[in-house]
């Protein structure tokens, strides 16, 4: 049973959450730089500040490093509590990205794709020690190459753990975990979502566990809706990092935590009672089953998003724990 279960499951998560890891600090040194000027200059309404989140989430593939970069630049007083709504709404939307991707099974093409990304690594990096200027734009595309093929690299780690985590799909039905949880669930969805959220909070990624899931589902071992609660459960379990970030801090970013949590928590209790609604929709766009739970949870965030989106524009939210004026950074 270790052999056949702890082991594998525990190395496909972290090798997952090591390819997450990756991918986020490649695209994060890339774009990073740039991401305070561009948050204090596109979040002047909610509506703005949603489009540029999910962007930037889409692009850094972590909604947690946006929401804990918000949190740091409202304790540092460089963003306004009131301009941190939009942000929270689209790192929701904007995470999605990465599991809508693994839905499209690129598994055959990961290791290919590990062993160009590291060729174009090491190039990137042999032409760097050649380029005469460090400011030409010769350099600067070659550092582009650098975090591109960093960032493919930490992509095909995640596809390789999910390939890996399958293995253990036997294994589960076999030891009767599965089982258990699925006679639990079949009296309430409730048990899928709180072992999301557990799960989450435990590993830091609702990735790594939606991507746990996806497989689960995909093998035939988790029936799609349990699937679904616990996608549902994980984006609840996400927020223990915010929450993290925002102890000792400002008011301002205890507020930024406490919205993000209410956020997630709030749709959680309002589509929980509809799984079955959402995987007869997310069935609509694909038979595949682990694409549906992919689908299942763009829904959901774009869904509660939205809802949400109208509530930033209350006056009250003006100067709600926010740093007396706005600073720029220099």
């Given at each position: ?277 959402l995987h007869t929709v997310s069935s609509w766009f694909t ?44």
């Open positions: 049973m270790l052999r056949e279960l702890i082991i594998p499951l525990t190395l496909g998560l972290s090798l997952f959450m090591f390819g997450m890891k990756i991918m986020e600090s490649a695209l994060h040194a890339w774009a990073g730089p740039m991401l305070t000027k561009l948050l204090n200059a596109s979040t002047t309404t909610p509506l703005k500040g949603m489009l540029l989140s999910t962007l930037v989430t889409a692009v850094l593939q972590s909604s947690t490093a946006v929401t804990v970069m918000t949190i740091g630049l409202v304790n540092a007083g460089l963003l306004t509590y009131a301009r941190t709504l939009g942000i929270i709404l689209g790192g929701n939307i904007g995470t999605c990205l990465t599991t809508e991707l693994i839905a499209f099974n690129f598994a055959e093409i990961a290791l290919p794709l590990l062993i160009i990304s590291a060729l174009l690594w090491t190039a990137s990096i042999l032409a760097l020690e050649y380029t005469p200027s460090p400011s030409s734009g010769l350099q600067m595309r070659l550092r582009a190459l650098q975090y591109g093929s960093l960032a493919a690299a930490g992509f095909s780690l995640i596809l390789l753990a999910i390939r890996w985590m399958q293995s253990v799909s036997p294994a589960l039905q076999e030891a009767g975990i599965l089982d258990w949880l699925i006679n639990r669930a079949s009296d309430s969805l409730l048990w899928g979502a709180a072992a999301g959220a557990a799960l989450t909070a435990l590993v830091h990624s609702s990735a790594a566990v939606i991507g746990m899931t996806m497989t689960l589902v995909g093998s035939g071992a988790m029936p799609v809706e349990l699937g679904i609660a616990m996608v549902i459960g994980s984006n609840v379990g996400t927020c223990v990092t915010a929450l993290i970030a925002s102890l000792g801090g400002t008011r301002a970013g205890s507020f930024v935590a406490w919205s993000h949590i209410l956020l997630n928590v709030g749709g959680a209790a309002l589509f929980l009672p509809f799984v079955s609604v038979g595949d089953l682990s694409a549906q739970i992919a689908h299942s949870q763009t829904i959901f965030n774009v869904i509660c998003s939205v809802l949400a989106l109208p509530l930033c524009y209350l006056p009250v939210w003006q100067g709600r724990g926010s740093p007396p004026p706005l600073k720029h950074a220099s």
